[in-house]
């Protein structure tokens, strides 16, 4: 598998790991996984959008308004 495709792979695995620990209240684990994909793809809509969703449950609401931001910039 080349490099790309393994990032863009391992990047769809921790999101979908990132939905599941988030709908399971942990939050900490859902962050890691948000911001590792973040990390290896600062393009990443998908993460910066769940990462959001976590920083608001997290009471982080200048975090999570600072990487909805960041999602807008990307889809625009």
Known sequence: ???AQ???HEAI???KRGQ???ANRNLEKALTDCS???RIDPNHLSAYILRARI????GED???EADLEKARQLEG
Do not use: G, T
């Open 1 to 3: 598998m080349k490099r």
């Open 6 to 8: 393994r990032y863009h």
């Open 13 to 15: 695995e921790s999101i």
């Open 20 to 22: 599941k620990y988030l």
């Open 36 to 38: 590792e994909v973040i």
């Open 55 to 58: 920083y608001e449950e997290r």
């Open 62 to 64: 200048a975090k999570a």
